[in-house]
């Protein structure tokens, strides 16, 4: 068990690199994202200075490496541009600089430095601590206003200190994924971990509805189509689930929009809502929107695998000698759930992944709607967040997929599976 669920562990691995790798070129070859966020009005100057933040004006593979962390950060201005920034300003008001990390620089003789900076990263901001005498400055913000908001301070409290040591650590220049650092979002102008925080919590209540649903739609109808097979209760049944396969959700979507929420006005017209159960409240129609085609489909598979187990020679025979119709039918039904439960692992890409069509016409901000929104805006570091959550779901549902038919039927040897 454990040597599958390695193998399929780095098996994942692989396939998540690949999805980022050709997604992430992919993104940045079709356009420029500092003209698609700063508008057809900017200047040459402000594009280049947003493409000098975000790390745009370097090669494309650098940036990627940057990206994945290995290398070198190439996005904003980092740790060495904050020091020579702050530096060159404490320089400007006539005062000795001194940077003893840096090569061929040494301490000055005698006591100790009287100014002391220190640049400590953080996993999206900067904080600088700058200690004058015995007063300490303090700035906590963005790497690019960092310097300019303390360098003041810091020249007016000098007061002819003759040296002034700034001093960084050497790890702070790296960035990227194995870092934690998904980026800062184009459009948000936030961290792109804390933008898809805000909006996980959303798509998995969607999804865990629609897939409440579609289980309890789904098996339902084919457990009771299945049992009542050749028969006018079988045939509507079936013909509605093909009708629901057939309808897509950019029909059935507006339609009940139409009917349910503006018509008989049993449900709201969009939006998140206010508290849990108004969230809930919100999330019931297009959470039936979404669970429609995944509820015909699991009816039509159930009904299809549980008349084939009805039929099997150990159903007769449990039948035959006098096993009650109800324990028949349990039996029955646990074998016929094999396939369903290989379909649960692949719809629970849909508690993270939800669908940008559902939540582009309720209005519900989600996963899907920012997914969709960062790709017309080519905001590239969300793109890439939102895509990696999805390529990582879909590689633990197949995984868990996996895991929960074998745990089904003991006939599935994972050791030898591969």
Same mark, same amino acid.
């Given at each position: 068990?454990?040597?599958?669920?390695?193998?399929?562990?780095?098996?994942?691995?692989?396939?998540?690199?690949?999805?980022?790798?050709?997604?992430?070129?992919?993104?940045?070859?079709?356009?420029?994202?500092?003209?698609?966020?700063?508008?057809?009005?900017?200047?040459?100057?402000?594009?280049?200075?947003?493409?000098?933040?975000?790390?745009?004006?370097?090669?494309?593979?650098?940036?990627?490496?940057?990206?994945?962390?290995?290398?070198?950060?190439?996005?904003?201005?980092?740790?060495?541009?904050?020091?020579?920034?702050?530096?060159?300003?404490?320089?400007?008001?006539?005062?000795?600089?001194?940077?003893?990390?840096?090569?061929?620089?040494?301490?000055?003789?005698?006591?100790?430095?009287?100014?002391?900076?220190?640049?400590?990263?953080?996993?999206?901001?900067?904080?600088?601590?700058?200690?004058?005498?015995?007063?300490?400055?303090?700035?906590?913000?963005?790497?690019?206003?960092?310097?300019?908001?303390?360098?003041?301070?810091?020249?007016?409290?000098?007061?002819?200190?003759?040296?002034?040591?700034?001093?960084?650590?050497?790890?702070?220049?790296?960035?990227?994924?194995?870092?934690?650092?998904?980026?800062?979002?184009?459009?948000?102008?936030?961290?792109?971990?804390?933008?898809?925080?805000?909006?996980?919590?959303?798509?998995?209540?969607?999804?865990?509805?629609?897939?409440?649903?579609?289980?309890?739609?789904?098996?339902?109808?084919?457990?009771?189509?299945?049992?009542?097979?050749?028969?006018?209760?079988?045939?509507? /049944?079936?013909?509605?689930?093909? =009708? *629901?396969? &057939?309808?897509?959700?950019? $029909?059935? +979507?507006? @339609?009940?929009?139409?009917?349910?929420?503006?018509?008989?006005?049993?449900?709201?017209?969009?939006?998140?809502?206010?508290?849990?159960?108004?969230?809930?409240?919100?999330?019931?129609?297009?959470?039936?929107?979404?669970?429609?085609?995944?509820?015909?489909?699991?009816?039509?598979?159930?009904?299809?695998?549980?008349?084939?187990?009805?039929?099997?020679?150990?159903?007769?025979?449990?039948?035959?000698?006098?096993?009650?119709?109800?324990?028949?039918?349990?039996?029955?039904?646990?074998?016929?759930? /094999?396939?369903?439960?290989?379909? =649960? *692992?692949? &719809?629970?890409?849909?508690? $993270?992944? +939800?669908? @940008?069509?559902?939540?582009?016409?309720?209005?519900?901000?989600?996963?899907?709607?920012?997914?969709?929104?960062?790709?017309?805006?080519?905001?590239?570091?969300?793109?890439?967040?939102?895509?990696?959550?999805?390529?990582?779901?879909?590689?633990?549902?197949?995984?868990?997929?996996?895991?929960?038919?074998?745990?089904?039927?003991?006939?599935?040897?994972?050791?030898?599976?591969?």
């Amino acid at each position: 068990m454990w040597a599958f669920i390695l193998r399929r562990a780095l098996g994942a691995t692989a396939v998540v690199f690949v999805v980022v790798l050709l997604v992430f070129f992919l993104v940045n070859w079709v356009g420029d994202p500092a003209v698609a966020t700063l508008g057809p009005n900017a200047g040459p100057e402000q594009i280049q200075d947003f493409q000098r933040k975000h790390g745009l004006d370097r090669p494309l593979m650098e940036q990627f490496v940057s990206y994945l962390g290995v290398g070198r950060c190439a996005r904003g201005r980092r740790a060495a541009a904050v020091e020579d920034e702050l530096t060159a300003a404490i320089a400007d008001g006539g005062h000795r600089v001194h940077r003893p990390h840096r090569v061929g620089e040494t301490r000055p003789d005698g006591s100790a430095p009287r100014v002391r900076g220190v640049l400590r990263p953080s996993a999206d901001r900067w904080a600088l601590r700058v200690t004058v005498g015995g007063r300490t400055f303090r700035s906590h913000g963005n790497v690019d206003t960092l310097a300019d908001d303390i360098a003041d301070e810091v020249l007016a409290a000098l007061e002819g200190e003759p040296v002034v040591v700034v001093e960084r650590f050497s790890r702070e220049d790296r960035c990227g994924l194995l870092q934690g650092d998904l980026g800062e979002s184009f459009g948000h102008h936030e961290p792109v971990a804390d933008v898809i925080a805000q909006r996980l919590p959303r798509t998995l209540l969607l999804g865990a509805i629609a897939l409440l649903l579609e289980l309890l739609l789904g098996v339902s109808i084919g457990i009771l189509a299945a049992y009542r097979r050749n028969t006018w209760v079988d045939t509507g /049944l079936m013909s509605a689930a093909y =009708l *629901g396969i &057939s309808m897509p959700t950019f $029909v059935t +979507g507006p @339609i009940f929009l139409a009917v349910f929420g503006f018509y008989y006005g049993w449900f709201p017209l969009g939006g998140y809502g206010v508290g849990f159960w108004d969230h809930v409240y919100h999330a019931l129609l297009p959470g039936f929107t979404l669970a429609i085609i995944g509820a015909a489909t699991y009816a039509r598979v159930m009904r299809s695998e549980l008349v084939d187990t009805l039929r099997s020679d150990y159903i007769r025979t449990a039948a035959a000698k006098g096993l009650p119709t109800s324990g028949v039918l349990r039996h029955a039904v646990r074998n016929a759930l /094999l396939p369903i439960v290989t379909m =649960l *692992g692949l &719809s629970l890409t849909l508690l $993270v992944a +939800g669908a @940008i069509i559902t939540e582009t016409i309720f209005g519900w901000p989600g996963m899907g709607n920012l997914a969709i929104r960062s790709i017309v805006n080519l905001d590239t570091p969300t793109v890439m967040g939102v895509v990696l959550v999805f390529a990582v779901t879909v590689q633990a549902g197949n995984l868990l997929a996996d895991i929960a038919v074998a745990l089904l039927d003991p006939r599935v040897r994972l050791e030898t599976s591969g």
